[in-house]
């Protein structure tokens, strides 16, 4: 017996380091995410996102949005063979709010416990999801994408605190004769966008301090998705009822709050495979291990019938068809007299960025991750402020125009909002067109020769003309015209431009 019983303690031993080993490397993993994909949302100089932009383009939402099959199929696979390993090792929002369920642990230990599904609401935040989709609602996809939620905080929160440490060393480099940084100009791009960032970061972080994974298991849509999947996987935590005592360790740590211990019973569907509960269990009672296709017990709900199958299917259903169906400014010039800022001119029609397509193609694809308005170098990039479409990125002219020789947006768009192009794209695609105004041009205000617009245009698409007072105003060829506002940009004329670009609902070749 005392031989039986020793040999039991050794495999219990064992057992407990295997699991200690899947938990660091979970942790070690998800580390190792975090730190791949945050920087694509703060580093300038494209360097990061040459070699990880595909961190971006693995989220489930961009590749779903994107028809990326093999993205989308990796990744059902992976929650096929390991759970939802994806929420807690891919997903950066997943693995922000486990660093706040850590630091909440840290002030009270054992504080979780065991609650029913929420299975209608779970389906319903998926529903909205895909009628939002269909409808091309993109300000509610935006909101639920999770993916998305952490660029913008990202972008608007911690990218200014980026940039001010990057001019720092700039400034120290520069009186050491040192060239290896270099200062760049920052502007908050829209306090909508740092409002919702602020909010969504303060709610999530709340949630997850007090209660763990309650969003990811609650309001994701991608959650809800992939936890349909994970009830099948082939690889699950499972609970040995003979060595279980009932200590409640497991359910009381478990950030899912999915273990009931009273059944001896775990919600896969819910469960991130984070490996926390088979850590604390000091009796071997639960190990990480070949199930084979048994599935877990399906959740239920107050009626205690099984609906999540059927919501799941007609919501897949929804989701497949609206896939388908969507398939500081500057104050100085040249440091000595002091400028007004320019206004943003009335236009009729929103700018899309060059690959966009067109505006519809952008609405349908864009989740308002802010990945391109933080890659654009020349500030061209802005999230728009209307309810429809709040958040998604248009060009505006009054800091930069859209140089012919970069491509960033379309380089690091992981939805296919704004498709892949390459320069000579670029310099046949037509956007928009320039517009002139009369009243605002300075040699009919001042009295003076200009030609500043003619001068920058890339495409020749604009020529001055000769007046009958002797002075040359600008006429535009809308035909050669591609809409990229370096015209706007360097108007002198001030508050508006004499000359600004009015956008393309479709956009062109020519």
Same mark, same amino acid.
């Given at each position: 017996m005392a031989l039986n019983d020793k040999s039991d303690s050794q495999n219990n031993i064992k057992k407990g380091n295997t699991n200690k080993r899947l938990k660091i490397l979970r942790r070690l993993l998800a580390i190792i995410s975090i730190f791949l994909?945050? @920087? +694509?949302?703060?580093?300038?100089?494209?360097?990061w996102q040459t070699y990880f932009g595909w961190m971006a383009k693995i989220q489930f939402l961009p590749a779903l949005l994107s028809l990326n099959i093999l993205a989308l199929? =990796?990744? $059902?696979?992976?929650?096929?063979?390991?759970?939802?390993l994806y929420c807690s090792v891919i997903c950066p929002l997943g693995i922000m709010q486990d660093g706040f369920g850590w630091l909440g642990r840290k002030?009270? /230990? #054992?504080? &979780?416990? &065991?609650?029913?599904? +929420?299975? %209608?609401?779970?389906?319903?935040?998926?529903? %909205?999801?895909?009628?939002?989709?269909?409808?091309?609602?993109?300000?509610?996809v935006v909101i639920l994408a999770p993916y998305s939620a952490y660029g913008r905080i990202v972008s608007s929160m911690l990218k200014p605190a980026w940039i001010w440490g990057n001019n720092i060393l700039a400034s120290w480099a520069e009186q050491h004769q040192s060239y290896a940084f270099y200062t760049v100009e920052y502007w908050q791009n829209g306090y909508g966008v740092l409002t919702v960032a602020s909010v969504t970061l303060i709610i999530l972080a709340i949630l997850a301090w007090r #209660?763990?994974?309650? &969003?990811? #298991?609650?309001?994701? @849509?991608?959650g809800t998705v992939l936890g349909f999947f994970s009830r099948f996987a082939l690889f699950r935590v499972v609970i040995d009822k003979s060595k279980c005592v009932d200590c409640k360790l497991c359910s009381r740590n478990? /950030?899912?709050?999915? $273990? !009931?211990?009273?059944?001896?019973e775990i919600d896969h569907s819910r469960c991130v495979a984070c490996f926390d509960c088979i850590g604390k269990c000091n009796k071997g009672a639960l190990s990480f291990k070949y199930v084979g296709v048994k599935h877990a017990p399906a959740a239920e709900d107050k009626d205690g019938i099984d609906n999540s199958r059927r919501q799941f299917l007609s919501t897949v259903a929804i989701a497949g068809t609206a896939t388908a169906l969507s398939a500081a400014d500057k104050t100085v010039d040249g440091g000595l007299a002091a400028i007004e800022?320019?206004? $943003?001119?009335?236009? /009729?029609?929103?700018?899309?960025? @060059?690959? =966009?397509?067109?505006?519809? #193609?952008?609405?349908?694809?864009?989740?308002?991750c802010q990945l391109c308005v933080s890659a654009c170098p020349n500030g061209v990039l802005r999230p728009m402020t209307d309810l429809e479409n709040f958040m998604q990125p248009e060009s505006s002219y009054e800091r930069g125009y859209c140089r012919p020789e970069c491509t960033r947006c379309s380089d690091v768009c992981p939805t296919g909002a704004i498709r892949p192009i390459d320069t000579a794209d670029k310099s046949s695609i037509q956007i928009?067109? =320039?517009?002139?105004? /009369? !009243?605002n041009c300075v040699p009919l205000t001042d009295g003076v020769e200009c030609g500043n617009c003619a001068r920058h245009c890339p495409t020749g698409a604009i020529s001055m003309v000769e007046t009958e007072t002797g002075l040359k105003i600008p006429a535009v060829n809308t035909e050669r015209c591609i809409g990229c506002g370096a015209c706007e940009n360097l108007c002198p004329a001030r508050p508006f431009s004499a000359i600004y670009v009015e956008g393309h609902e479709n956009h062109r070749t020519i």
């Open positions: 994909i945050t @920087p +694509l949302f703060l580093d300038f100089t494209g360097t199929s =990796a990744l $059902i696979i992976l929650t096929l063979l390991l759970g939802r002030a009270k /230990k #054992n504080r &979780y416990s &065991y609650s029913k599904p +929420l299975t %209608i609401l779970r389906y319903s935040f998926l529903l %909205i999801m895909a009628i939002a989709i269909i409808a091309g609602i993109s300000s509610m #209660n763990g994974r309650t &969003y990811c #298991n609650t309001i994701c @849509p991608v478990c /950030k899912s709050s999915c $273990i !009931d211990i009273s059944r001896h800022d320019k206004k $943003i001119p009335e236009r /009729k029609t929103r700018i899309a960025p @060059p690959g =966009a397509i067109s505006l519809r #193609n952008l609405h349908k694809h864009c989740t308002a928009g067109h =320039a517009v002139w105004i /009369k !009243d």
